[in-house]
């Protein structure tokens, strides 16, 4: 046991070694530019007895919702108000809209709860992101079962170079769509959902970029609910609000910032014009510091067809200007909310050294890794005496020994999620370390 002890640590140091001249070898940065969006879709194909496939035409409002992404072009979406009845509800809008005009999107599971028959859903772009897991959160603190369902998505970015440095950027979406009412008892429903949500990124001791979204039902910021989220007890765990607007946002000085109702009157939609700030897209201080490798845009939080001239009025009259008028047409007829987006930076490694590369025609693998780890070795370089595996705690995981080999598969999908050792020794001799990320 001392002995593995010992090799592990001299492992960590030649790893660590390994990266320190990895990081020498980065000398430059390149940057891509996200996309995010998180619209309240209105009882997207979820017929009720005031909403129904005449004033809420599906087939209507996949033509808006197209005319909306080609507007926006978000990269992530997170919606609320899916059909949670109607299954086939995420495979509507991914097929009939979102990926129209050349995108290539996908969507997580529906998680909404047993009596609830609308929920939250994420669509991503598959060029640049892909979905690692997904959880919800349930109950409340007092194992109450919430409103709704608050769920948690985790993604990475797929960066071409992934490979070569070994440095994957996490993104965190935390969907919400809170209770609806202006009661105190309402109040307290919120506020007790926001609770939860706290309380277990605080028990998971939660870090890097994370993003809180959705229809939050707020009126101002002195409610419990908004509290939570941003002044909560452990500063590390807190969102930021890129707008960083207090006050009771239901009044004309912030009608720049109300994202419903686009109308004044009607059945299916919500009646009195523009007058709430519902819907937010918050951000951890890692985003708003730029710590981990994802930096928010400053100035790009947006509510889409907003122009602060709505007050208590539709959002098509007077002439709204804000955006092109098939957009403005499309946003009054999808929805009595309007979309909140805004954009970040993702730092991207740029690798510049030939020895990186030069020392991967040996061999190359798959990383992060999901279920199972390729290792491929060039054709006159299989005879592999040993292929270890430890985690960061230095426990052996694995051990393989006198592989003739050009490919060797790993299962690791019983693996915890995390950061392991790959230790390779070729049969002359020659050792190599690397870093891997088990997603």
């Not at 109450?144 to 950027?169: G, P």
């Not at 202006?182 to 994370?210: C, F, K, P």
């Not at 959705?214 to 939570?228: C, I, M, R």
């Not at 592999?384 to 052996?396: F, K, L, M, P, W």
């Amino acid at each position: 046991m001392l002995l593995r002890k010992k090799f592990f640590y001299v492992l960590v140091s030649v790893c660590l070694s390994l990266l320190t001249l990895t990081q020498d070898n980065l000398n430059a940065q390149s940057y891509d530019t996200l996309r995010m969006m998180s619209y309240n879709l209105m009882y997207y194909r979820e017929t009720t007895s005031f909403c129904t496939n005449t004033n809420n035409n599906p087939n209507a409002k996949d033509g808006y919702m197209e005319d909306i992404m080609d507007y926006v072009n978000p990269d992530l979406l997170v919606v609320c108000e899916m059909s949670a009845t109607q299954t086939i509800a995420p495979f509507n809008l991914l097929n009939n809209a979102i990926n129209k005009n050349g995108r290539n999107f996908w969507f997580a599971n529906s998680s909404a709860n047993s009596f609830q028959s609308i929920g939250n859903m994420l669509y991503f772009n598959q060029d640049k992101l892909e979905l690692v897991s997904q959880y919800a959160i349930t109950h409340d603190l007092s194992n109450q079962q919430l409103v709704r369902n608050i769920d948690v998505y985790r993604l990475y970015y797929k960066d071409s170079t992934l490979a070569s440095h070994n440095d994957t950027t996490f993104i965190n979406v935390v969907a919400a769509h809170l209770k609806a009412g202006s009661n105190s008892a309402d109040e307290l429903e919120r506020a007790d959902a926001t609770e939860a949500v706290m309380a277990h990124l605080d028990s998971i001791n939660a870090s890097g970029n994370y993003f809180f979204a959705g229809d939050l039902n707020l009126y101002d910021s002195f409610e419990p609910a908004y509290q939570d989220l941003v002044n909560y007890v452990n500063p590390a765990q807190r969102f930021y609000d890129p707008v960083n607007i207090a006050g009771n946002w239901s009044n004309s000085p912030y009608a720049i910032l109300h994202t419903q109702s686009t109308h004044t009157s009607g059945g299916c939609f919500a009646g009195g014009g523009m007058d709430n700030r519902f819907d937010f897209i918050l951000a951890s201080d890692e985003v708003m510091n730029n710590t981990d490798k994802v930096e928010y845009l400053s100035n790009t939080y947006t509510t889409v067809g907003q122009d602060g001239q709505r007050y208590n009025g539709s959002l098509t009259s007077p002439t709204n200007n804000s955006a092109p008028t098939n957009v403005i047409n499309a946003l009054y007829g999808m929805s009595d909310h309007l979309p909140v987006t805004l954009d970040i930076k993702v730092e991207i490694p740029v690798v510049t050294s030939l020895t990186k590369s030069e020392r991967k025609t040996d061999y190359w693998y798959n990383n992060p890794v999901n279920e199972v780890l390729k290792i491929n070795f060039a054709e006159d370089y299989f005879k592999i005496s040993d292929i270890q595996v430890y985690n960061a705690s230095g426990q052996q995981m694995l051990a393989l020994n006198q592989l003739n080999s050009q490919e060797v598969r790993i299962q690791m999908e019983s693996f915890p999620l995390g950061v392991y050792f790959l230790y390779i020794r070729h049969a002359d001799g020659k050792q190599w370390v690397e870093k891997l990320i088990k997603n």
